[in-house]
């Protein structure tokens, strides 16, 4: 009878003792814990939780339990609770403190979604996943410390923090999921922990504000757009570690200017350096074959480029728009260069094509450069008189 009417009670309000009397809770299947899974009417700002309901624990926050609850403005969550939801706390734009116990051990996905006057919070010392999107547009949040205990970091989860100027990651996670700090333009450091073998899609995207970010050796692959738009990013260091790279992965880090490319890459992504205009010098490991479309394009300040003997291609726009490049030299292998490669290399004076059989042309590959001829070796064929509507010179 007892359990009968116990189960009777579940999905009603608190009684009228509880703290917060407009709680609904619900029983667990093994009836001896409650979680909390709404309200029957609006808060108006701060909420306690009780830890107890009808002599039994409070052990969940239910998923969606208090999103759209835009008055709420502090919450204090009573240790023995285990988990917070996804979306338990979405869109509460008003709240600006909640205390989080130690025994939480799992944040769900989008359970602080766009809480936008949230400015700090204390992630507890046994917390162990963070879900995706978690604390997705919380724009006032200003610095995060995830402790080591955290396994699980989960993508997206502090997108569009706009105002996060520091986060503390934990030194045990083997990944930087996609979009983890995607469009976190106040964020100026990071430290990637040792642990760390692969960075995800757009995982800073757009950290405007990111003066430098190691990336440890061990790391193996970095997803496209890893670190686009970090346009104060100092240096761009690509350990030896790394043997795949998405396209676009360092588009307009406009501040770079050195970058050191791992000798592992076979190919230098499209995009990859596109529009890293304070880039003076490159230098491209003799691992790679290929250069794809834009990688170096609108490298402004581009004065020196050493590309090695094992590139068989250089695609579409790889080096159009780098003003102050001022010789080149094509190496031997190569057998097709792709339109508009070296299109308004303005000051492009010297240009030395080392292999014995012309590569083939995109079109005006050669377009606004500084010199009207080019140097082929001795006894080369293919290239006849004019190659690429330049003058062609038999003297390498």
Known sequence: MFLSLKSALDGVVGSLTDQSPKLVYELNT???????????????????????????PVDEIKGEAFKGEAALTDVVIPNGVTLIGSAAFMECFALNDITIPNSVTSIGGSAFYECTSLTEITLPNNLTTIGGEAFIGCSSLTSVVIPNSVT???????????????????????????????????????????????IGESAFDGCTKLVSANIPNGVTSIGIRGFSLCKSLGGINIPNS??????????FCESATSINISNSLTSVPANSFNNCTSLTSVTIPNSVTSLATHAFNQCQNLASVTIPDSVTSISLRVFANCFK??????????????????????RLATINCEPTSAPSLGIQVFERVSTSTINVPIGATGYGTEYGGLTVNYNL
Do not use: K, W
Not at 167 to 182: G, H, M, Q, V, Y
Not at 243 to 251: I, K, N, P, R, V
Not at 327 to 337: E, G, L, Q, R, Y
């Open 152 to 198: 699980t970091l989960s993508g997206g989860a502090f997108q569009a923090c706009t105002s996060l100027t520091s986060a503390t990651l934990p030194n045990n996670i083997t990944s930087i999921e996609d979009r983890l700090f995607f469009n976190c333009p106040s964020l100026t450091n990071i430290t990637i922990p040792a642990s760390v073998t692969s």
């Open 242 to 251: 790394v043997t795949s790279m998405g396209h676009s992965a360092f588009l």
């Open 30 to 56: 093994a009836e001896d814990a409650y979680s909390v899974s709404g309200t029957t009417s609006a808060i108006f700002g701060p909420l306690t939780i009780p830890s107890v309901h009808n002599g039994l």
């Open 325 to 346: 490049l001022i010789s080149i030299t094509i190496p031997a292998n190569v057998t097709d260069i792709g339109s508009r490669a070296f299109d308004s290399c303005l």
